[in-house]
């Protein structure tokens, strides 16, 4: 079954950038998503098909996706981007990534 | 959009429990459905699809021949029947919206409060 690789966690500095990276194998040709999830909260979709935001989420927020690594990168990253990130491709099955806990200092 | 699940609580190890998903504020007839579970502190895990007719559906092998996902489009409602529950199915169930009606290849773009299942052991 095809698996998807997050960092535990990512610190970044208030107003700073924060790059959470989703591994897999040839990740580039498949469609990525990213959640976020707040805590005690449902998740929240913030970037699908790699780069694409929906309506109601920043501009700080954007994508990538090329060869085996995908991105989810903050710009500026504030108190309130504090959750957990889930990166999302489907294969035979939908598959999550680990999570990665984003902590802004 | 806003969806409302339901039917969640404490069962013993190889009883049955039925989610419900109510739907409102979309064409819920013309979307899929999935069910996706998160365990306490864990990651999130998806369970199982189904298409906007009902029928096309998909499940996880965690949860193959135990679970049955079903919806009534005249109550814009979909269910998951779980049977034979494991004290690994013990976890907080979302439903969630996929932004087309295939169930395939999709993501998922509005997501329930989720409803907490515990199986004791």
């Known amino acids: 079954s095809y698996e998807l690789t997050q960092p535990l966690s990512v610190s970044v500095a208030l107003g700073q950038t924060a790059r959470i990276t989703c591994g897999g194998n040839?990740?580039?040709?498949?469609?990525v998503h990213w959640y976020q999830q707040r805590p005690g909260q449902a998740p929240v979709l913030v970037i699908y098909r790699d780069i694409n935001r929906p309506s109601g989420i920043p501009e700080r927020f954007s994508g990538s996706n090329s060869g085996n690594t995908a991105t989810l990168t903050i710009n500026r990253a504030q108190a309130g981007d504090e959750a957990d990130y889930y990166c999302q491709v489907w294969d035979t099955s939908a598959v999550f990534g680990g999570g990665t806990k984003l902590t802004v200092l | 959009v806003q969806l409302l699940e339901s039917g969640g609580g404490l069962v013993q190890r190889g009883g049955s429990l039925r989610l419900s998903c109510a739907a409102s504020?979309?064409?819920?007839?013309?979307?899929?459905i999935s069910w996706v579970r998160q365990a306490s502190a864990k990651g999130l895990e998806w369970v199982s699809v189904?298409?906007?007719?009902?029928?096309?559906?998909k499940y996880a092998e965690s949860v193959k021949g135990r679970f049955t996902i079903s919806r009534d489009n005249s109550k814009n409602t979909v269910y998951l029947q779980m049977n034979s529950l494991r004290a690994e199915d013990t976890a907080v169930y979302y439903c969630?919206?996929?932004?087309?009606?295939?169930?395939?290849?999709?993501?998922?773009?509005?997501w329930g409060q989720g409803t907490l299942v515990t199986v004791s052991s």
């Open positions: 189904l298409s906007d007719s009902g029928a096309g559906t």
């Open positions: 969630a919206k996929e932004p087309s009606g295939s169930g395939a290849y999709n993501w998922f773009d509005s």
């Open positions: 504020g979309f064409a819920f007839s013309s979307y899929a």
């Open positions: 040839n990740i580039g040709s498949k469609n």
